[in-house]
């Protein structure tokens, strides 16, 4: 009966031992809990500021919460910061995609650009792309078609392309070119507004960070580029053309002799010198002798027979 009373009683003790250890090992897990939990505070605080600048970011992206695992984690302030989404860079073309488009020539008119067929469309200044133009550009290098899809990307500008009008005219001035030894670079043909707005973008900010008011920043862009949709490249009929190997487009390359041999031969392919030294109060553009612009063979020999730019032979044409 004693042993099995002192038995007894060793089984109470060892139960009340094994009771009070847990109850030791619970409170001192909860301690630990809660220093470390003070612990990381200085580190929360600092998330909500992360947080705040994440949204100003991209307010669309929904922000990503992590399962949480404890309780003592505050699952608000553990938002992972994420880096701000890269620029869509094949947007496809839409009337939104143009309307986006920030800097636009105050003085644009709508016009009937094509008034005189598509081959004669002027653009400048004052008259801009219309929204609903239809691009029809093939590859440089091999004539193949560009995706619709490409047509107002970035990324696209890297491969160049030009209007298929032109296409062909333009490989039979280069081979032509190459076979009386004057080889010719094709430096830029089609350039997306998307690109044209992000240059002119760019030129604005530069004279903003000069101390310049928006509005005179603009006005000073304007001088050294064009408004988005008011670039002969902006239509894939422009090109800027340079002797084999030359990048720089400078006044020094009239002295060339491609240059002299476009002069004598770029309008039996088609094309003008789109801005000449003595047009630049009606073209409102500066001397350029690299850049030329498909016509078409016919309006090409006139035009220069007439000693008139592109926008005195539109009046021509009308009068
Ligand atoms: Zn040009």
Request: aromatic residues 10%.
């Amino acid at each position: 009966m004693a042993t099995n009373k002192r038995r007894k009683k060793n089984t109470l003790d060892y139960k009340k031992i094994a009771l009070l250890s847990v109850a030791v090992l619970v409170v001192v897990i909860a301690i630990i809990v809660s220093v470390s939990s003070k612990d990381n505070t200085p580190d929360y605080e600092y998330s909500p500021t992360e947080n705040n600048q994440t949204n100003t970011v991209d307010d669309t992206k929904p922000s990503i919460v992590p399962p949480t695992n404890s309780a003592t984690e505050p699952s608000t302030d553990k938002t992972p910061t994420e880096e701000p989404s890269e620029p869509v860079t094949s947007a496809p073309i839409t009337k939104s995609f143009y309307d986006a488009v920030k800097y636009r020539s105050p003085d644009a008119v709508t016009a009937d650009i094509f008034k005189h067929g598509r081959n004669l469309m002027l653009l400048n200044r004052k008259y801009e792309l219309p929204e609903d133009f239809k691009w029809d550009l093939v590859y440089w290098s091999n004539g193949k078609h560009v995706d619709a899809m490409y047509l107002n990307c970035e990324e696209h500008n890297s491969t160049k392309a030009v209007d298929k009008a032109a296409y062909q005219p333009l490989k039979d001035m280069f081979a032509a070119a190459k076979e009386a030894g004057v080889p010719l670079n094709l430096v830029s043909a089609y350039r997306s507004i998307y690109l044209q707005d992000k240059l002119f973008t760019r030129s604005v900010n530069y004279y903003k960070g000069q101390g310049l008011s928006e509005i005179d920043a603009i006005n000073k862009a304007n001088r050294e580029r064009t408004f988005s949709g008011t670039s002969e490249h902006n239509t894939g009929l422009g090109f800027d053309i340079l002797e084999k190997g030359n990048y720089n487009l400078t006044e020094s390359f009239e002295n060339t002799a491609q240059f002299k041999w476009l002069m004598e031969n770029a309008e039996n392919y088609g094309f003008i010198l789109r801005y000449d030294k003595d047009k630049t109060d009606i073209t409102g553009i500066m001397y350029e002798p690299w850049h030329f612009r498909y016509v078409g063979v016919e309006h090409a020999k006139k035009i220069n027979e007439l000693g008139m730019c592109l926008e005195e032979y539109i009046d021509y044409l009308e009068a």
